[in-house]
């Protein structure tokens, strides 16, 4: 069966004045931790291969993840429903990769520029998720059911590839998965199994009963893991060229990731062209 998105769509009233301004502080914030991060020489004192995926999650950060947040922004204001959800993935996104910066990247002169990151970028997401959302009601031809078996797949394939390095190394010190990285933890593993695919679960299964609520936020959940694909593929290639020998970054795991993001496209089109067709 397909559901779609009627022409029963309650668009709210752009976001709130609280989120602008958060929204608004953040986008500087994000200039003012990521251009150093990727340009300036000798900010990063890590391992080489995690300092060269540190440049390209900032580069993502400014170049695309920024971007992304102020159109997503500013259409928002005028009731763009495509535009909420841009918003939320990139300030999704953004609460990601700010938690890394924070705990897969020794400490250094941009620490509290970090702090201010991830506390602007998770207080945003929080400020923006509370705002009243727009209601897409299920009655048009989006395949919701065909997206959410997508949504639970990945999710299922990402836990099940995480837990395959983290399994056999229970009561290993240190585990072997933290080779080459000069971390205590994988702070990837934490976010994922913890947080983010539990999350992205949730809207799958609202999605899958025709919630209004998971049609809306599945719009927002792609955006966020269509940015999050191309930031991955981006930190895996610097930082494969700055330590090739190291297998923490490969040019197998760009590939894996350019693919990821080419596929993601696919259902995120869908969604897009059922909310144009129904909200002009």
Do not use: K
């Not at 990727?38 to 291969?49: A, E, Y």
């Not at 970090?114 to 970028?121: C, E, K, T």
């Not at 025709?210 to 792609?222: C, E, H, I, N, W």
């Amino acid at each position: 069966m397909r559901t779609t998105v009627s022409d029963d769509v309650r668009s709210a009233e752009g976001v709130s004045p609280r989120t602008r301004r958060l929204c608004t502080t953040l986008a500087v914030v994000v200039v003012v931790a990521a251009v150093p991060t990727f340009f300036v020489d000798g900010i990063l004192n890590g391992t080489p291969v995690m300092n060269g995926s540190a440049r390209g999650t900032a580069l993502t950060m400014f170049a695309l993840a920024l971007p992304v947040l102020a159109v997503g922004l500013a259409t928002s204001i005028r009731g763009s429903v495509w535009g909420r959800a841009a918003l939320i993935g990139a300030l999704a996104y953004l609460t990601y990769n700010a938690t890394l910066l924070l705990y897969a990247t020794p400490f250094n002169e941009l620490f509290l520029a970090y702090v201010a990151l991830l506390g602007l970028s998770l207080w945003s997401l929080v400020s923006a998720l509370i705002d009243p959302q727009p209601l897409l009601v299920p009655g048009s031809r989006l395949p919701a059911r065909g997206i959410a078996a997508f949504i639970l797949t990945v999710v299922a394939l990402n836990a099940l590839a995480w837990l395959r390095f983290v399994v056999p190394d229970l009561g290993e010190d240190p585990p072997g998965f933290l080779d080459g990285t000069g971390l205590t933890t994988n702070p990837i593993y934490v976010q994922d199994l913890a947080v983010w695919l539990p999350a992205l679960a949730i809207v799958a299964v609202l999605l899958w009963q025709r919630r209004p609520s998971g049609v809306f936020l599945t719009g927002a959940a792609l955006v966020f893991w269509e940015v999050e694909a191309i930031g991955v593929a981006v930190d895996q290639w610097f930082g494969h060229r700055a330590d090739p020998a190291s297998d923490v970054a490969t040019l197998a795991g760009v590939v894996l990731f350019v693919v990821l993001a080419a596929v993601t496209l696919v259902p995120l089109v869908l969604w897009l062209r059922a909310v144009a067709a129904h909200t002009e």
